[in-house]
């Protein structure tokens, strides 16, 4: 698989916003997108990514397509994340936007799809720490950068509870 | 300007006036006292000193930042050749005691402030004779009056924000017109939602024998952070009392290189293990502002191994030690550091190691004994959703509880202080990055349900640590075994350690304490004290664990004589007339106050008596 392939970064970005809550915007915001679809990549190979990306679009097309959410909704539990091959790999998806960290695949996963030599627990890069979208979701900084400023901690957050939508 | 790093052959050389061992807080005063005073100094420092630059500094924040474990030492390199123990990560320590010592230090140049929170708390006066109030551990051969100015230069050098008011509610004392060099911290959003929860249960009694009741009260911890400096500031003067008037500017922020330096705290929210923007001290910054740099060496890399003396008079002639190229090999060569006074400034627990390793156990046969820590019990809880508390923001602490620092209940149970953590309940072994796995990998959260699940989880976590005395105790102590050692061949640090039932008790009224606060704001208790954490202990039928404070102290206790003490009132050592002591290890007690500004106040006192000697 071509990291430069237009259409699996259009996936693995509606895929991710899916996932993480977040925005197209806001994951391409980070500034980390490439990083990660080529990390992820790097890990678990092209193949299984791609069996993951292309369960992912034919969902949202036809969710698109017949106009229902819920075929997404559903669909992303059902088929991906209750799915033993391709749920850990979307865990760890979710999980690297938000702490841009890599967890090594579970066990059972491991030994059931191959361990994958690369397949170890790290922060891919420094500079992408900050990134990462647990702390947008909690609505304060990464600790250690992107300070708010002197004596904001002494005002309400800004963060709220939402009610959900899928 | 910095001070100059130099290499074996140079100091070879040179018969320095001070040989001082650390380039942490202790050290670094020492090395700045004395070299203002036309002094010549040598530091060894068994870290590396890569931080002494902007550049080193930047890359100490890139190292947490790619960190998966985001520890107290995290910023650093692991280096073998010169361990810091790490809440046992690396397993520096050989634990033999009963219950484990655990924390950690960190040798590197700036000492273990290079990853110290910051609280910069005075002891009490009555902390200072705890064996004749309480009948507890040691008394101090000295008073909080003798102390006391001091604390005040300690205070300005590392430049402290806080309350003076709230001090003296706590009971410190102070001298008329004094105040804090900056203004305190504001508290938390999150304290402010705690706050009504104390306020509503007002008063509690303590002990049992004589029950006592304590007002609540909460009040904000003074911190060596940049805040606002106080305009009614006054800097200690030529003598004892005086006091001039005289604004104070914390070192960088209205500089031209605050970048440098240190700017005012913008809630980075990572005080421990490191401030990307330098407004924590750290003892850097004492040793960048020293006024005659050419005058102080350092010598990094270089670990101190041995402390020889003259046998006919005690008086140390030099310190060996092991300089490595390196922290990828374990390549060493030897030199050997001369001067006319020699200063340990390596922390309670390496001073005492290299002078037991040097054979050197001192008359009294106290050193390394008595080592003291502060064991904290942390109890944790959600608050309700109700409103949103936001926590992780700002410095870790800004507010607690300073009520139970003092009281005849220290004749049955230790004083303590409470904390706030507004950096969520990461102590406990839960960070936000666990909640998150759980969230994700467990409970297959995802989309705008994860991030409920992430603000119910984590912005709601309240987590009050209670940091309790532990009096000193001959039988808990630092020593050395050959079967332990590092990969130069030094030793390991060898620790007996146990926690007294004194202590226990404050612990589980604590946890009482806490559960009550914890119901008066609606929150939920998620305390949970596994049996296998290594600090896990029972208390009269409940189990608990503590976590180690990092506040190490009284290996090389003060005393009135040879045979009481290792040291004098002025840290030099009884046995060796031209060696001092400095840092926590001379304190025979350490009441409910985190270490570093009475240990900084003590150096102060002793740099005195060095240019005292060196006149001599």
Redesign the interface.
């Known amino acids: 698989m071509d990291i430069d392939t237009p259409d699996l970064m259009e996936y693995f970005l509606n895929f991710s916003a899916a996932v993480t809550g977040f925005s197209r915007f806001d994951l391409l915001g980070t500034g980390q997108a490439s990083l990660y679809f080529s990390t992820i990549e790097g890990i678990i190979g092209g193949e299984i990514f791609r069996e993951l990306l292309q369960t992912f679009h034919e969902l949202y097309v036809r969710a698109n397509s017949e106009n229902d959410a819920s075929i997404l909704t559903e669909g992303i539990t059902d088929e991906i994340l209750m799915s033993g091959k391709l749920g850990p790999i979307a865990s760890n998806i979710i999980k690297l936007w938000y702490s841009a960290t890599w967890y090594q695949l579970p066990d059972p996963w491991r030994e059931k799809f191959g361990a994958r030599q690369n397949d170890t627990s790290f922060v891919v890069s420094p500079y992408a720490y900050p990134e990462g979208l647990l702390w947008q979701a909690i609505g304060v900084n990464p600790p250690g950068a992107k300070a708010p400023g002197y004596a904001s901690w002494q005002y309400p957050p800004s963060v709220r509870l939402t009610s959900p939508k899928n | 300007m910095i001070i100059k790093s130099v290499d074996c052959q140079t100091i070879s050389n040179i018969v320095y006036d001070v040989v001082i061992v650390g380039s942490g807080v202790a050290g670094a005063i020492v090395a700045k006292q004395l070299s203002e005073q036309g002094k010549t100094v040598l530091i060894l420092e068994a870290g590396t000193s890569e931080g002494l630059t902007l550049e080193g500094y930047q890359n100490n924040?890139?190292?947490?930042?790619?960190?998966?474990n985001?520890n107290s030492n995290s910023p650093y390199p692991l280096n073998p050749n010169a361990l810091s123990p790490t809440d046992n990560t690396y397993g520096y320590f050989q634990e033999k005691g009963v219950l484990p010592l655990s924390g950690s230090y960190t040798r590197i140049v700036g000492g273990t402030t290079r990853h110290w929170e910051g609280k910069t708390i005075r002891m009490l006066p009555e902390d200072f004779k705890l064996r004749t109030n309480y009948g507890h551990g040691l008394d101090w051969p000295i008073s909080y009056d003798d102390l006391m100015p001091y604390y005040r230069k300690a205070e300005y050098e590392i430049g402290v924000a806080g309350d003076t008011e709230e001090q003296k509610e706590a009971g410190a004392e102070f001298i008329d017109g004094y105040v804090l060099p900056m203004k305190k911290l504001?508290?938390?959003?999150l304290d402010?939602i705690v706050r009504k929860g104390i306020d509503q249960i007002e008063e509690v009694t303590i002990g049992k024998e004589n029950p006592e009741t304590i007002k609540l009260k909460l009040s904000t911890f003074p911190q060596g952070r940049n805040?606002i400096p106080h305009p009614d500031y006054q800097r200690p003067g030529y003598t004892d009392d005086q006091l001039i008037k005289d604004n104070f500017i914390p070192e960088g922020v209205a500089s031209v290189h605050p970048v440098e330096y240190g700017e005012?705290?913008?809630?980075?929210?990572?005080c421990v293990p490191?401030?990307?923007?330098q407004a924590k001290y750290d003892a850097r910054r004492t040793l960048s502002t020293i006024a005659f740099p050419e005058k102080v060496h350092l010598l990094s890399q270089a670990v101190a191994t041995q402390v020889d003396i003259n046998p006919e008079n005690g008086r140390v002639t030099a310190i060996n030690y092991k300089q490595y190229k390196n922290i990828s090999s374990s390549e060493y060569t030897v030199g050997t550091a001369r001067g006319r006074l020699f200063v340990l400034a390596a922390n309670a627990v390496e001073n005492a190691k290299l002078m037991l390793a040097s054979n050197l156990p001192s008359t009294s046969g106290m050193m390394g004994c008595n080592l003291m820590d502060h064991p904290y019990l942390l109890s944790w809880a959600l608050l309700p959703?109700t409103k949103?508390?936001?926590t992780?923001?700002?410095?870790q602490v800004?507010s607690g509880l300073s009520t139970f620092r003092k009281g005849d209940f220290r004749k049955e149970q230790c004083a303590f202080a409470m904390s706030i953590h507004?950096?969520g309940w990461g102590w406990s072994g839960t960070g936000?990055?666990d909640i998150?796995?759980d969230a994700?990998?467990k409970k297959?959260k995802?989309?705008?349900?994860?991030?409920?699940e992430?603000?119910?989880r984590?912005?709601q976590q309240l987590l009050l640590d209670f940091m309790c005395e532990l009096p000193a105790n001959s039988s808990n102590r630092v020593t050395v075994d050959p079967q332990y050692k590092d990969q130069l061949g030094n030793y390991r640090p060898v620790i007996h350690y146990n926690v007294p039932d004194y202590c226990k008790k404050t612990m589980a009224y604590a946890r009482k304490l806490s559960l009550q606060i914890f119901e008066s704001l609606g929150a939920k208790d998620y305390s949970h004290y596994d049996k296998s954490d290594p600090a896990y202990f029972e208390y009269e039928n409940e189990g608990y664990f503590f976590r180690g404070g990092n506040h190490f102290a009284g290996t090389h206790v003060m005393g009135t004589t040879k045979n009481n003490s290792v040291v004098d009132r002025n840290l030099r050592s009884w046995d060796h007339e031209n060696l001092y002591l400095v840092g926590g290890g001379s304190m025979p007690s350490i009441g409910s106050s985190n270490t570093t500004l009475t240990l900084a106040a003590l150096s102060f006192l002793a740099s005195e008596q060095m240019l005292r000697d060196l006149k001599a």
């Open positions: 924040i890139e190292t947490f930042y790619g960190a998966l985001k504001p508290p938390s959003f402010g805040s005012r705290c913008q809630g980075n929210a990572n490191i401030c990307p923007v959703t949103i508390a936001g992780l923001r700002g410095p800004t507004n950096d936000a990055t998150l796995q994700v990998d297959h995802y989309g705008a349900e994860l991030r409920n992430l603000i119910t984590i912005s």
